[in-house]
């Protein structure tokens, strides 16, 4: 077991403990010891076979002894008994936010409450507000977070969908029986959440394709099965849909099972207005009412659009007057009337990535090294990468103070002068905005980094006047390059803070700030939904995966679906320039900028 892994289960340990009403100087030393592992910059494998574990500051002889335990067998006899001493529904209760273990043994102790029901019950009889230190406010916020938790429950992150559909979709295509096999629905439009997944597959033999998909290991139950379609729902909780179809209604198939449901209905009115009749079937000529016959027609080969010419998506949006519609714009958010003038420019894609700025590393709450995260960037065919670790504010994530800095700023000077990579390193930070709006750091060691991505990271509970004013002073500071994050929310889990959009978009273009959009797959902030008009007025994106360990890179994936959600062309995003156009963007804000390392 690594060390993440293992600093993982010594903070679960901690709240276990608190929840267990231990003694707190108990609970904070496990919370310690996580930190300590977390921050520990060399490899603990050789610290434990050095005999060495216990000399590290917040690491004591218990502690060490169940740290080298996790380490050789990956179990923890103690760790294991205290999870089935402790109540799942207490446990589960910390999902909710605003509950942590104080608060629910509180609500233990004094009313019983000892799973999200309870909860939601006591709240609604107005129980948890008579309690000492919660009161109308919280138990408001605790409905609240238990009815988003329902409604988010039956969503899934895009990434994580993508993750599990990849593998069932390369299966599908090894079977013999199949001739062309896509996912459709949410996750081919990219959208940031996905309700269940849709595979659609042109086969002429149904019977061992459909086997083959309910048979799949990871199906907890097979919840419909027919002769051409099946649902599943997998044991992570997320759900599956088949479709097969004969290979000559596969583009019709894919469209209509791609969606939106939106835009299908607009695209059916379309049709109609031109005595056509679109399905999933065909593009059939409207005389014949009916589906059967439709369906018939269209197993024909489509009556009266020339038979079998409709093979490719392009080929039927052209049948209906229309240029190519990417999947992501299927929204039915004004596409089809833009595509009826003319075709869409090349969206953004993630071959046209040059670099990434806002990633971390262990000098703040990173799990892999300044080397290591440059080696991963490198492997990724980029020009350059940019680190920004939190600044000092952030002291939960171990932000940087200034001489921190200047060291982080020195190893980047020499790792670029040393030629060990080909890719050039930015030396940037995370600055935290303060709740006033000032930036984490003073002007003196800002100017010394090659950009500032600026983010709030305290004081979300902050009106929406209070936190857009703080927002745009933070953009009006003349060394700051980018915001990262702009609503802080979670997907599935937190909303973001009030802010005005509107208003800081405007700030960003005054100031000629460019806004991140964070490909994290749970942030995804800027939303899509902002970005085609403000691009349109100028405002530059920058795609960046705010990664915390080598893996973390890959998040621009998810970044780019979003970018393309938001219509965003390769030009519009800072990090599909080259290194030199890069450079120019950013000694706008610091005629210093791009020097770090850099010989002259
Ligand atoms: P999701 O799964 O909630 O994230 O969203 P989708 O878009 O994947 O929706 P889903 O799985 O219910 O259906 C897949 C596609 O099938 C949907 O995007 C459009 C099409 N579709 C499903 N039901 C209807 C419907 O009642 N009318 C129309 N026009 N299309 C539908
Ligand atoms: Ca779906
Ligand atoms: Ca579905
Ligand atoms: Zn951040």
């Not at 209760?93 to 942590?100: A, D, Q, V, Y």
């Not at 695209?267 to 065909?282: D, F, I, P, T, V």
Request: glycine letters at 10%.
């Amino acid at each position: 077991m690594n060390k993440h892994a293992i600093a993982g289960i010594l903070n679960e340990i901690g709240v276990l403990l608190e929840l267990k009403d231990e003694n707190l100087f108990k609970v904070r030393a496990y919370h310690a010891g996580a930190r300590a592992l977390e921050t520990l910059e060399e490899d603990l494998d050789t610290v434990i076979a050095e005999g060495r574990l216990q000399g590290i500051k917040g690491i004591g002889e218990a502690l060490a002894k169940k740290i080298t335990e996790l380490q050789a067998t990956g179990r923890l006899e103690f760790f294991e008994n205290l999870k089935a001493a402790t109540p799942p529904g207490l446990v589960e209760m910390l999902e909710i936010p605003g509950l942590g273990a104080k608060k629910i043994k509180a609500l233990h102790a004094q009313l019983g409450i000892s799973s999200i029901e309870d909860l939601a019950r006591a709240c609604a009889e107005g129980r948890v507000a008579a309690l000492d230190g919660f009161g109308q406010k919280t138990q408001e916020n605790l409905l609240a977070g238990i009815r988003n938790r329902e409604a988010y429950g039956r969503r899934h992150l895009w990434w994580e969908a993508f993750r599990a559909a990849e593998p069932i979709l390369r299966g599908l295509r090894a079977l013999p029986q199949v001739r062309r096999a896509e996912h459709a629905g949410s996750l081919r439009r990219g959208l940031e959440t996905v309700g269940d997944l849709d595979f659609l597959v042109a086969a002429e033999e149904w019977a061992p394709v459909v086997q083959w998909f309910v048979s799949r290991p990871e199906v907890a139950e097979v919840t419909a099965k027919g002769e051409t379609k099946a649902s599943v729902r997998f044991t992570s909780g997320l759900q599956a849909d088949l479709r097969i179809v004969p290979p000559d209604q596969f583009v019709f198939a894919l469209h209509h099972f791609t969606g939106s449901k939106e835009h299908n209905v607009q695209m059916r009115q379309r049709a109609q207005a031109r005595g056509l009749s679109l399905s999933e079937w065909g593009l059939v000529r409207a005389e014949g009412e009916g589906t059967a016959k439709e369906k018939a027609g269209a197993k024909r080969g489509g009556v009266g659009v020339g038979p079998g010419s409709i093979q490719t998506e392009t080929a039927l949006f052209a049948a209906l007057g229309l240029h190519d519609i990417p999947p992501e714009l299927r929204e039915g958010l004004g596409e089809i009337e833009a595509a009826e003038l003319g075709g869409f420019p090349r969206l953004v894609e993630a071959g046209d990535l040059r670099g990434v700025f806002h990633n971390h590393t262990t000098a703040s709450d990173g799990r892999n090294s300044l080397a290591e995260m440059v080696a991963g960037a490198q492997a990724r065919g980029w020009e350059y990468f940019g680190v920004a670790d939190h600044s000092q504010a952030s002291f939960q994530a171990n932000g940087l103070d200034a001489a921190r800095l200047r060291k982080q700023i020195a190893d980047i000077a020499a790792l670029n002068r040393s030629g060990r990579y080909q890719i050039h390193v930015f030396a940037g930070v995370e600055c935290d905005i303060l709740p006033d709006g000032r930036l984490d750091l003073d002007e003196s060691v800002l100017r010394e980094l090659d950009y500032i991505v600026v983010s709030v990271h305290s004081a979300f509970s902050q009106s929406e006047t209070e936190m857009t004013a703080r927002i745009i002073r933070a953009i009006e500071h003349p060394r700051t390059t980018m915001l990262g994050h702009l609503t802080g929310r979670l997907l599935l889990k937190r909303e973001g803070y009030a802010v005005d959009v509107a208003k800081v978009i405007d700030a960003a273009l005054a100031n000629r700030v460019a806004i991140e959009l964070n490909a994290n797959p749970q942030r995804l902030d800027m939303d899509w939904r902002h970005w085609r008009a403000a691009a349109g007025r100028g405002l530059l994106c920058v795609i960046n995966p705010d990664a915390h360990d080598v893996a973390g890179l890959d998040y621009v994936r998810a970044g780019i679906n979003a970018a393309r959600k938001g219509g965003l062309t390769a030009a519009q995003v800072l990090n599909t320039h080259g290194l030199s156009e890069v450079r120019k963007y950013l000694i706008t804000k610091n005629p210093m900028a791009g020097a770090v390392g850099v010989k002259t």
